[in-house]
């Protein structure tokens, strides 16, 4: 009776079965994932990462679906459209770190093993940083504005970057890894950490591998990124239940999208245009909250397709006589990882 009595007590205004239900379908399909489609490391085709996230939106949809069906037609399609928008937002995510693998040189065999473990960052991460918004919001409704205003300002920033490389050579996160971290300047095979002699002493310590760069790297973008993403589902929705569970079948759909999308990345050069009209359309919408009036979630889901429609399709057409990502950036030497003054063991 007493376990009955928890799993039907509220966790942030839902039920506890909820979030035990959400988590147990995330497990589910990471272990099914990882432990069977992906049991022998492998290299990801293109035709395979659609089937992946195929699989993706069948479970999202399913589990939208679910939530239409137990909470109600305006959650529903609050989820649906909370997944949309973060689905969107993720895109440019996945450019930077197609860009950080290509600068690395991480081989596609080892890539998957990266954004894999970078789905237990994102789990943990987003969900502080969805749990600090919605205490925020719950103690102090006009800090909409905030969100809203750091939104539109967000969104006219991104204009002025459509056309700006990533500068990865000079990235304060890479500097600072490579000044405070003994780093091998070869990968050894899948592993994160090694262990080997210092070039001074000898003694045999601790090294990070480049592919450890790598994912230290796409977890700090990622929550550099949910800075922007997650403010934005406040425009649609308040409930902290809808904005975490659109916010990670999003992510995990795009992780699984990647390989098919990475190597065409360069082609959506314009739908960053697209994306800073959808941040500055879901800024207006958050600051209209507090004075009460609310822009109707279809509408917002319509213009967010429409808008992320044109943008790629616009894309698709102005580039279609360029090369692949992979040659447009040249990857780091590998001796330039290691530094001379790595730390003393």
Known sequence: MESASFFTQHFLDTPVWFWFAFLAVVIVILVFDLGFLHKEQKEISAKESFLLYGMYVLVACAFGAWVWFVRGSQ?????FTGYIIEQSLAMDNIFVIASIFAFLGVPRLYQYRVLFWGIIGVLVFRAILIGVGVAMVNAFEPILYVFGAFLIFTGFKMFKQVDEDNDLENNKILKFLRKRFRITPEFHGNSFLVRQPHPRTGKV???????????????IVDVIFAVDSVPAIFAITQDPFIVYTSNVFAVLGLRALFFALSAAMARFRYLQTALA?????????ITLVPMGYHIDTLISLVITIGTLGAGIAYSLWKTRNDPPLEEQIDPVPREALRSDDAPNP
């Open 75 to 79: 959650a529903g399609l609050e989820f």
């Open 205 to 219: 310590v601790l090294w990070l591998t480049p592919l450890a760069v790598a994912l230290i790297m796409v977890e």
């Open 277 to 285: 009209i959808v941040l500055i359309y879901v800024g207006i919408k």
